[in-house]
């Protein structure tokens, strides 16, 4: 018999399995408890169900979790770096980060990724799957019960692109939030995307409370293509255009990603060019100074080169940070870990 994902049902489902099981529907609401409150990792520690039913549980539903492989801990500022084994067999990497305001996590939504950004290391071995709602879920889970410590922030931004795997996270996000598992707040979630205008307008319709960042990396099409393939598919205007939409749709404001690779995408024109773009969607800018990548030949600028960029858009009235740089001895880049972890398995 193939074995379901329990992991990934709403309770509403659950509910309804049980009564098909021949149990009460309160069950449901016991396993759902179990499993995104109790962060429970086998069916065997649901002690308020008989026996029998975890028996039955047992032999219909496969419970995802996550083996941890590695962890990295920067001696910086105490960033751990994991890499999971999924159930699979395939790897992923997960960031977990402690800040004045609460601890985050980076997590990831696809293992590996297909749209081909240069400055990433993420999309160099290309993608080998989507992510199910569970192996989402249990990168937070999982993180929680190895530091033993509450997680408050979460941001879709490790490999993958989670707007290239929408289905599974929109149920992410929503068994994340519900008010009955860990109950994280919707405005506490930020996801990424490099641009992928219909799911972005399809985002914006569920009217969550999440943050959209999008990447964005040049200023022009001519630009931005050079960095990322997915901008033949989707021109500036339609993603600038998608990003007002969710605006509107949601009164959330949306965060522009940055990354400044020196001489690449850090010039006056590059600066005149995001005032323009960050003004007129009114919204926050994060440069983010670039991770140097193996092979990709991206170096970031020096920190006063990368401060006067910020200046400008300052002087014009721009929201604009310079992120905080997290883990930058624990190979910092998303997806080196798991290529660094690859490739020694195919050495050994």
């Not at 990368?306 to 300052?314: D, R, S, T, V």
Request: glycine share 6%; net charge neutral.
């Amino acid at each position: 018999m193939l074995k379901t994902d329990i992991k990934s049902y709403t309770i509403e489902e659950l509910q309804n399995t049980l009564e098909d099981l021949g149990e009460k529907s309160f069950r449901g609401g016991q396993i759902y408890e179990w499993l995104h409150n109790k962060l429970a990792r086998s069916f065997e520690e649901m002690s308020n169900l008989s026996r029998p039913l975890r028996h039955v549980l047992e032999e219909r539903f496969c419970l995802v979790t996550l083996e941890q492989v590695r962890m990295q801990e920067s001696k910086l500022d105490g960033t751990r770096k994991y890499l999971f084994r999924l159930p699979d067999d395939n790897v992923i990497e997960s960031v977990w980060m402690r800040y004045r305001h609460g601890n985050s996590i980076c997590v990831s939504s696809q293992v590996g990724c297909r749209m081909g950004c240069r400055f990433c290391a993420s999309t160099l071995d290309g993608l080998e799957r989507n992510l199910l709602p569970s192996e989402m879920l249990e990168q937070v889970y999982t993180a929680t019960r190895l530091t033993g410590e509450r997680i408050s922030n979460v941001v879709v931004m490790g490999t993958g692109e989670p707007l290239d795997n929408y289905d599974n996270l929109l149920r992410f996000l929503r068994l994340l939030t519900d008010e009955r598992g860990l109950h994280i707040s919707q405005r506490s979630i930020t996801v990424s995307t490099c641009g992928i205008v219909p799911n972005i307008r399809r985002l914006a319709d569920e009217k969550l409370q999440i943050t959209l960042a999008l990447s964005l990396h040049g200023v022009t099409d001519e630009k931005r293509t050079a960095l990322m393939p997915i901008a033949r598919q989707y021109p500036l205007d339609e993603v600038l255009s998608a990003c007002e939409y969710y605006q509107k749709q949601t009164g959330r404001r949306v965060t522009l990603e940055y990354s400044l690779a020196e001489g690449v995408n850090d010039t006056e024109e590059d600066a005149a060019g995001l005032i323009r773009i960050a003004g007129s969607l009114h919204c926050h800018v994060n440069l983010i100074r670039v991770n140097p990548v193996i092979g990709r030949g991206f170096v970031p600028p020096k920190r006063d080169r990368a401060g006067a960029f910020q200046n400008k858009l300052e002087k014009n009235r721009i929201n604009v940070t310079i992120r905080r740089e997290m883990g930058r001895d624990i190979d910092g880049a998303c997806g080196q870990l798991r290529r660094r972890h690859m490739k020694e398995e195919r050495e050994a």
